[in-house]
């Protein structure tokens, strides 16, 4: 009878402790997460517009068929990095994630009110920002967003809003670009 | 002899247990970071840097990048509104009113996430293209073969899957609020069976 207690105790105990290990590791050891799979389309600091999902081919789970996406990985260790894109419409998103795939800031089109857009992404405090993201007044349309991590990803979504807006928006997409900043140019333009 | 075959015992349940009770938390989500209105179910954290583990577990598995909970929601449904799985041999009727969002989208997935094709080259109806009611009310078909208004065609055969994303949500806490989502949230109703 006791041994049948201190067993169901260990149990229990034991199952706990391997519940919490597999919970609080799996985000490092999932293969196939967002950053493996980002990491598989493109170099760093290069903007991809991703091929429209389709029956055969979702480059990420699940996708939308019905929005357009420009992914960007980037890299902060060579200094900012710098994403331009056209905004279409006030639907368009700006979403910046870590590699674990947690989504630290996020902005739209309605929030930003202009049809053109520079970001620079920078580490905490590299150009002299606080915690989260600022619009800098003296400089029009640039947004310093202020990155935890010194690797990450951005995603353009741009949803259409109708099937023959598909080649306009991929367009639009493509001419975006995401770039490491030289030095001495950020706020030059 | 006995101890040691004791202690086996005690890992390999513990084992079972502990990684069964992680996987089915992970995978299937449970009350502390899922809620369920009606046939939709929704990850409350998900993308949010300071999310629970379980929602991180889950989101990392299942490899997307979600916006996070503030501003987007992604519903997802498996089975109709009676609970049964949703199966590519019956068709269904999704009714609704559009959801407060800036924009929603309604797609159809076969049980592996896999756009089904069809001729239409129609996988989803989105709050700009779907053809709605005077007062706003959208009806879309699922089936195999055309129906005139809104039809999203549906797989062969297997399960199916639904997604319903909603973006720069207004009040997504509302949304969450069981009682004003079963209001807002589409029904889905299952018409005949082959």
């Known amino acids: 009878m006791r041994t049948a207690i201190v067993s169901a105790l260990g149990i229990i105990f034991l199952a706990a402790l391997i519940h919490i290990t597999a919970v609080l590791s799996l985000p490092y050891l999932a293969p196939k997460n967002a950053w493996a799979r980002v990491s598989a389309l493109s170099e760093a600091n290069k903007m991809v517009v991703l091929p429209a999902a389709s029956p055969s081919h979702q480059s990420l789970p699940l996708m939308a068929s019905d929005v357009r996406y420009g992914v960007c990985r980037f890299n902060l260790d060579n200094g900012p990095v710098r994403l331009s894109t056209q905004i279409l419409d006030d639907l368009w998103s700006i979403a910046f994630y870590t ?9 739209n089109g309605r929030e930003l009110k202009r049809s053109q857009i520079e970001i620079i992404i920078s580490t905490r405090n590299e150009v002299g920002v606080k915690a989260g993201a600022s619009l800098l007044d003296e400089i029009e349309d640039l947004v310093v967003v202020d990155s935890p991590v010194r690797e990450g990803i951005a995603v353009i979504r741009a949803p259409l809003l109708g099937p023959s807006y598909a080649v306009q928006t991929e367009a639009a997409l493509k001419r975006g670009a995401c770039t490491r900043n030289l030095p001495g140019s950020d706020f030059n333009r | 002899m006995r101890l040691l075959l004791n202690l086996l015992f005690i890992f390999i349940a513990a084992l ?75 068709e269904y009727v999704v009714e609704g ?98």
């Open chain 1, 99 to 107: 590699p674990r795939g947690e989504n630290f800031y996020a902005i």
């Open chain 2, 16 to 90: 079972a247990l502990g990684l069964g009770s992680a996987w089915y938390m992970i995978e299937e989500g449970s009350a502390l970071t899922t809620s369920h209105v009606g046939p939709w179910s929704v990850w409350r954290s998900a993308g949010k840097p300071d999310a629970d583990p379980y929602t991180k577990a889950h989101m990392a598995r299942a490899g997307r990048l979600p916006i996070t909970a503030t501003s987007a929601l992604y519903f997802f449904a498996n089975s109709d509104e009676k609970g049964n799985t949703l199966s590519a041999n019956c």
């Open chain 2, 97 to 194: 009113r559009p959801l407060n969002a800036a924009w929603w989208s309604l797609a159809i997935y076969d049980g592996t996430g896999r756009l089904i094709p069809n001729k239409a080259g129609r996988h989803a109806f989105n709050r700009t293209d779907v053809a709605r009611r005077a007062d706003g009310s959208f009806r879309i078909v699922l089936a195999q073969s055309a129906r005139p208004g809104n039809w999203l065609p549906t797989a062969k055969q297997g399960s199916l899957k639904l997604v319903l994303r909603a973006y720069d949500l207004r009040d997504a806490d509302s949304v969450l609020d069981k009682a004003a989502a079963e209001r807002g949230l589409p029904t889905i109703r299952k018409i005949v069976c082959r």
